[in-house]
Each structure stands twice: as C-alpha cells, then as structure tokens.
C-alpha cells in the first residue's frame, strides 16, 4: 500500500508542473547587434584586427583582441543608447548605437526577451578617426543571423 501511495505522489507531482516552469537551456535570448566590417578600399567584408571592445556606461571590456570580419554585441535594454570604443592600432572611435527596445514575455520561467529596432542616428565619435563611416542595413533585431550595421574603414 506504500508503495502505491508513493507511485501515486510522484504521478501527481509531475502533472501538477505547467510547461512552462523550466526555461529549456537554448530558448530564445535577448539578440544582440552584428556589426560587419567593409575595407572602403576593395568596398568587400574584410577581416579586422581590434585590440579593444568596450562598453561606455558600463566600463565592461567586451575584448581585449578582436579578429574577423562580424562582431555581435549586446544592446542595453534600460537605454536608448548603448556605446562602445572600439581601438584599432590605439586608435579609439566611439560607436554610439541608438535604438528602440521592444519587450517580448516568453513565459513564467524564462521571463522577457528583448528585441530592437536601430535608430538612424547610430553615430560615431572620431578621435583620430580609423572609421570611415557607417551604414545601417537591417535595423530591426529580430535574430542575429542578418548583419544589422556595417563599419567601413
């Protein structure tokens, strides 16, 4: 009769659990930007070297030694703005990303995902200046496999 009463304990206990109580590890997460990068000579994606990636209002190094030819990185989503330097050769241009944060609510376990649209006036701030310019190209953030910004230099 235990026994039963124990099989019948964990039946129920299991049926009691919604679905949604576990975030299953791989579940949607908040996209970030993809930023590409174009040799303005050859006008062609090119690999880059960067010997720094940081945030501004935040003071977190993203990387201190960068190589290839895409970069993804977060957006705040408390902010409209999100900025990071980006040194090549010690040189520093500031990226400031304007954008527009829109919440999604998964469900109870995993919470919210946040998704973006990229303002027009995504800007940067030339110290020296190893940007040449940028061009938006997709600015909603939807996924991460479209390129959002591309950086020419």
Known sequence: MIKHLHFLVLILFFLSCEKDDICIEGSENTNRVTIGFIDNESENLK?????????????SIISEE?????LKL???????QTKY???QNEIRDTLIISHQT????????????SNFLIKSDTEIIKESGWIREISIVQDSIFNEE?????IHY
């Open 74 to 80: 977060p957006l705040m989503v408390n902010s409209n």
């Open 66 to 70: 960068f190589s290839g030819a895409e």
């Open 146 to 150: 479209k390129t959002n910004i591309f």
């Open 102 to 113: 829109k919440h999604l609510y998964l469900n109870r376990s995993c919470g919210f995902k």
């Open 47 to 59: 690999r880059i070297n960067l010997s720094l990636i940081k945030g501004v209002d935040n003071d």
């Open 85 to 87: 330097i980006l040194e």
